[in-house]
């Protein structure tokens, strides 16, 4: 449905996905993924991660721990970095950002990376082998190359040999959508011409237990905006994106970043805002910065965390921002888990893929939803072509990020 | 938009500053010693309590967060603008050590429950969540690491925003020490908070003026160091002290060009001016 108002004009100049992969419990690389998106699969299993002993669900990525990092970076070996490198291997993300590279230059390439725990497992197992006469921590832990947030960032910047601004954002689960807020800026100061955006989080006992401490953690595969939800199940992924500026001419399938908002909650360190008042903050910016009214966005990929709280906050947000019922949205969490400081990134790359294939991804997981949620919640894939997507990150600290996707022509 | 998709000059005008750190207790105490009319004594962190914040989290809030509140909140007085108003940056190289180590003391253990309020404390964006909420300020934080290089790639966070979306900006960047194990792994002996209100336009207030210009800002020219030991010391066993031949620059009052100390094989280059 489009207003007949006349749209206000774009505050942001659109920038051009020109390449992006990601991997996640549902796939691997870009085909898997879509396939999983396709048939309608979740990728979430039984815990059984490490020495874990609680009764939750986690979305592992298959093979993270055969991958070996690139002899000359083995200082940045951890899960997070080989979860890193598997995914940009895929895609053909590597040989495109080398060929932009060659393109505009090593120094005009930023890399923007967001990660909530980054390789902070190998610290916590590092704990356990502290030595018992002098309690220090085993030799082989190196705390830049995996613990440190920056990590991930210097691994990828590193591993593409970019000589460009790089820097990781923190924002726990907004991380990887404020890192498209962030390259955008210096894109547009002129400091670069392109830039390696995305997310990295790996598993680890931090989250794990984490989030049980706060009883977040669902007994059963997550369940985003059924009536039944009790809380998230915790994902991996790691999601790239080359991120570069419009060319003279267009191919109707190129997707574009049109708009992003971003916010703060001002509220609560772990609850959000009881009205949604940052979540709603953050989608009327990207809405204004993309020039479009509320009514010409197609579908919404929800933060969806299947939390009772967020959900409920979520749905009264979107609905103050769109109408009740306006347009059909879902979280992909039920397919992928909570994939945390990748959520933003990977959530990105699954809406570019509905925006290219011409689809809208159903609630993996989600069966009755919950009545006192005034949104269109999809519970299965809708065969109809979006032309711009919402995609919404929220986290705690009250941070808020959302991002407008939309086709070329 | 004000800029155009060019290599321009990026230029934003210092409003306010704020420090906290070993043997420095504000903007004008750290001032006076980086002019040497006063000698720089090494003395522990002393960080005020964070008076904004309910009196529950003001009990439960460790070094970053007490740290970022004090510098943030001197920079933003003297910048006399209202905090809830300004978007921000929160640059640190390691966030809270102590909770830190904490949460893989108990993971490490027999068991393995760690406390709610460690783990929410435990994000990155801890200092920046209490900052907004104290505050009550809505606008975007954006929340950053670049190891040693935080405080520079704040700076150009900080620099961007401020002249992209003509915003004036809060960066604060702030590190703290972890305790042993970690300690050895990441020696970081105390620690030390700076904030700079950055602003695009001049005001009566402005301290300095600061040009980035353009890609040269990425430098390979030496960094600038500081010729006090204990300062110089400082600056280089504590990420966010990497600020110190900046405000060493603002200090004197003189046009000069600084080098800071960004990422591994690059530096950031700024010329600094009379406002």
Known sequence: MISDAPPPPAAMQALRLSHFTAASCIGVGLDTTLASLRAERS????????????????????????EVLRPDLRAFDCRNNRLAQLALRQDGF????????GRVGKQRIGVFLGTSTSGILETELAYRALDPVTGALPASLVYAGSHNPFSVTAFVRSYFGLEGPAVTVSSACSSSAKVFASARRMMAAGLIDAAVVGGVDSLCLTTLYGFNSLDLLSRQPCQPFDAARKGISIGEGAAFVLLEKLPGSLDANVILLRGIGESSDAHHMSAPHPEGRGAVTAMRQALASAGLLPGQIDYINLHGTATPSNDAVEGKAVASVFGNYALPGSSTKGATGHTLGAAGGLEAVISALALQQGFMPGGVNTHQVDPDLPVDYLLHNREQAPQHVLSNSFGFGGTNCSLVLGRAG | MTVSNTSIPLTVFVEGIGLVGPGLSSWDDVRDKLLGQTPYVSAPTVLPPPMSLPA?????????????????HEAVNTAGLRAADLPSVFSSSGGDGVNCHDICSTLASSDRLISPTRFHNSVHNAASGYWSISTGATPTSSVLCAHDGSFSAGLLEAVTQAVVDNTPVLLVAYDTHYPEPLNSKRPVPDTLGVALVLSPQRSERSLARITLSGAACMSRAPVDTLSDPGLEFLRQTIPAARALPLLQGIARQQAATVTLD???????ALDLAQP
């Open chain 1, 43 to 66: 990728g979430l299993k039984p815990c059984d991660f490490d020495s874990v002993d609680l009764a939750t669900w986690t979305g592992d990525v298959p093979g993270v721990d055969l």
């Open chain 1, 94 to 101: 590597e040989q495109a950002v080398l060929a932009a590279a």
């Open chain 2, 56 to 72: 529950a989290e003001r009990r439960r809030a460790g070094a970053v967060i007490k740290v970022s509140l004090a510098v943030g």
């Open chain 2, 262 to 268: 960004y990422l591994d094989d690059m530096h950031l």
